[in-house]
């Protein structure tokens, strides 16, 4: 029987979005690189497998969600679970990636040797049960930013109390009978405002429970711009052109919620006011107290969640809990919700590393110490980078950026005969900051088991893919910050 490769130039982690992106990179730009993808589940998807729940949705536009080497071609631009799933399956057989992931192969602990100038990875194999070795010279993170195991899931008072089923998103029973029921969903967020719409027309009532207001946007679920291009131009092209014209709307709105942020408030709850109207109290249940964009917006496509609420199916509470009943929730107000089943969308656990146990030279990593090199590298650990998108903008952006840089970095040090590239940070260099500089509770939470950004280039993150996007492609891959060296040096 012949034995399994386990050495490679490149062992990329997960075999979501970003993975399914690092390996067309690698085979495009780096064809000389060995390279596996590394998937601890059973097949490929990541978020888009993992979440199981009505209604299972893009809150990015597709043309920018998407990879920029695969066009969208759907008409829609806000895509459902499956549809994204049947993309990324796409996308593997195009790029004969099949035989490159491996599944059910979960990295456990990574270890660097400088004087080897390697990786050694120990690999869960459920498949066969044993506990496998892997090295590699290069290691890319791309399982993603949140504990897949776990989703933040808050014990409230007299918990038990309740005589229903209680369920978070993250894990959820596909067998779930919620026809005619009365339904409680605890959070405001984009999967609450995804399953409130989708269960609305089977439920008896469906109320979303949030303790302050969230910002939405209403519109169509069609890009008539995008489609109309399509229609003039060949596919790449129109998906290119989408593509900017969606980057550059998004940089242009998120640029008038800093400038102008009142100005942006009034535009967006103006919106819920078109289609709830002004007898709705919008003032406690849809106007934060927050500005815009200091937390996540929420996309609502062809105003599904309010047409919900009109319908008379679905409501909204402000509102903070006391404790469960055996028949639903009472509220700090005196109020009580009646509840068949209770839905906790109250978010995921931020997680870096993937999780994995990372040591360099026997002394252990902990990523909180750490400053982010680009926002994909770390100060003092050698030839690792993570894969992440934007806080404000598609995840795919980010992705498909840090792959590029990977793969130039990869081609950099083999034309000159380097073995390992360390950040180091230089001289001036203060800690200023979060890796995320987000106010989102899933945000707040982890700070402890965040990187920090740095007080200058190129340690401080922009969040911004056009600055991205011109330093990846035509910036320098040196700077007196990252070190390079042989083995035998």
Same mark, same amino acid.
């Given at each position: 029987m012949e034995t399994e490769q386990t050495n490679f130039d490149v062992i990329v982690v997960g075999a979501g979005i970003s993975g399914i992106g690092a390996g067309h990179h690698l085979q495009e730009q780096?064809?000389?690189? +060995? &390279?596996?993808? $590394?998937?601890?589940?059973?097949? &490929?998807?990541?978020? #888009?497998? $993992? &979440?199981r729940y009505p209604g299972i949705r893009s809150d990015s536009d597709m043309h920018t969600m998407g990879f920029r080497f695969k066009p969208w071609v759907d008409e829609r631009f806000i895509a459902d679970g499956p549809s994204i799933i049947e993309y990324l399956d796409e996308t593997i057989s195009e790029n004969n990636l099949k035989d490159k992931i491996r599944y059910r192969h979960k990295v456990i602990t990574s270890s660097w040797s400088s004087s080897e100038s390697k990786w050694t990875l120990e690999v869960e194999n459920s498949s +066969?049960?044993?506990?496998?070795?892997?090295?590699?010279?290069?290691l890319m993170l791309c399982g993603g930013y949140y504990n897949y195991e776990e989703g933040h899931n808050p014990d409230f008072k007299n918990q038990d109390q309740f005589d229903g089923p209680i369920i978070h998103p993250q894990k959820w029973p596909q067998d779930l009978d919620y026809k005619n029921k009365k339904v409680v969903i605890i959070g405001s967020g984009a999967t609450a405002v995804t399953i409130v719409p989708a269960m609305a027309d089977q439920v008896d009532h469906i109320t979303m429970l949030q303790r302050s207001p969230t910002y939405f946007m209403a519109a169509p679920d069609k890009d008539m711009i995008g489609n109309f291009l399509k229609k003039i131009f060949r596919q790449k092209?129109?998906?290119? $052109?989408?593509? #900017?014209?969606?980057? /550059?709307?998004?940089?242009?709105?998120?640029?008038?919620?800093?400038?102008?942020?009142?100005?942006?408030?009034e535009m967006l709850i103006n919106g819920v006011k078109d289609h709830l109207g002004e007898d709705y109290d919008i003032d406690t249940h849809f106007t934060p107290k927050y500005k815009p964009w200091d937390e996540r917006l929420c996309f609502v496509p062809n105003a599904d969640l309010f047409e919900a609420m009109k319908?008379?199916?679905? +409501?909204?509470?402000?509102?903070h809990i006391d404790e469960f009943t055996e028949t639903g929730i009472k509220l700090k107000s005196g109020k009580e919700? =009646?509840?068949?089943?209770?839905?906790?969308?109250?978010? $995921?656990?931020?997680?870096? /590393?993937?999780?994995? =146990?990372?040591?360099? =030279?026997? +002394?252990k990593i902990n990523i909180s110490e750490k400053l982010a090199y680009k926002g994909r590298m770390f100060n003092d650990i050698p030839n690792l980078a993570c894969s992440f998108g934007y806080a404000r903008a598609s995840w795919t952006l980010g992705a498909d950026l840090s792959s590029e840089y990977v793969c130039k970095l990869l081609n950099y040090m083999g034309k000159h005969g380097y073995d390992s590239c360390t950040p180091v940070k230089g001289e001036g260099v203060e800690e200023e900051g979060t890796y995320l500089n987000l106010s989102s509770g899933y945000v707040t939470r982890a700070i402890d088991r965040m990187p920090k950004q740095g007080s200058k280039e190129p340690w401080k993150g922009n969040q911004s893919y056009l600055s991205d996007v011109t330093e990846v492609r035509w910036g320098s891959i040196t700077n007196d910050d990252l070190h390079f060296k042989t083995a035998n040096q």
């Open positions: 780096c064809p000389n690189k +060995s &390279f596996v993808i $590394l998937e601890g589940r059973e097949t &490929f998807g990541g978020t #888009w497998d $993992l &979440f +066969s049960g044993t506990t496998d070795k892997y090295k590699c010279n290069f092209t129109a998906y290119f $052109l989408t593509r #900017w014209k969606n980057i /550059l709307m998004g940089n242009f709105f998120y640029n008038q919620c800093v400038k102008n942020p009142e100005k942006v408030k319908a008379g199916k679905a +409501s909204v509470v402000t509102d919700l =009646d509840a068949d089943i209770i839905i906790k969308a109250t978010g $995921l656990n931020l997680q870096f /590393l993937n999780g994995i =146990d990372v040591k360099v =030279d026997n +002394s």
